[in-house]
């Protein structure tokens, strides 16, 4: 019997122009209402997620939590309450940024536990962060100095080419190595998190503090920066639309994309129990 579900959102939960369809709606109420904990697991900060969470009756709800910025931080709905953060050093998270400034037709965010910054921010990006409902400061100026007092989650550059975010990758690991997790999410980012911050290793956090066995965890994503999710669960689905490399190593494969894809894993594993 699964006792926690871990959903990634963007491309697994929801759809292309940010919103969730009546069916995952209903099947995540279902599940909850039979004492399953629901669990937005998401790179984003947990800000963004609060629409989600009032269509889904979980905003503002005690001892129910959303998991954002990969891993870098957990949070109780309730009062917005952090239970978890993991941030990066400073010196560590100039370093990235600097990297990833390189690329001159690449955008950066910078995400702080309450705000997000974008500097040289791209019109397609611009259209994401829209339909996401995501508030941000522009950054207009080459300058980090100005976090030097605040604590940095994660940095992640935005670029449409494949090729360019391979590059962006390639270039972090060469610069900083194994201090930091460099992964892709949603066709479009390469993200950035201090070393042994992921979405895997947090949902297994969670889930010890709640007393729940791994065996009772089910993950469900679709694309890099999910992958240790769904290997960390005791079952990990993936959407019928994510990437090959997600398909391979998922116990279970949708027929549905992120239409309706959650709302089938839920109705199969958790509320029929087959």
Known sequence: MYKLIASDLDETLLKADGSISAENIAAIKAAVAQGVKFVPTTGRNFQTVQRLLHKLDLKQQPNEYVISFNGGATVENAGNRVIFSHGMAFQQAQQVFNTLAQFETADIHVYTLDDIYIYRILDDDREYMRTRHVSYHEMTELDFSIFADQTIIKIIAMHPDRAVQVQMHDALIHALGTTINCTYSSGLYVEVNQAGVDKGRAVLALATRLGIK????????????DLTMLTAAGTGVAVANGIPEIKA??????????????????????????
């Open 249 to 274: 190593i998922a116990d279970y494969v949708t027929t549905a994309d992120y239409s309706t894809g959650v709302a089938e894993a839920i109705n199969k594993l958790v509320l029929t129990g087959h």
């Open 214 to 225: 791994r065996a009772e965890v089910l993950a469900l994503g679709d694309n890099f920066n």
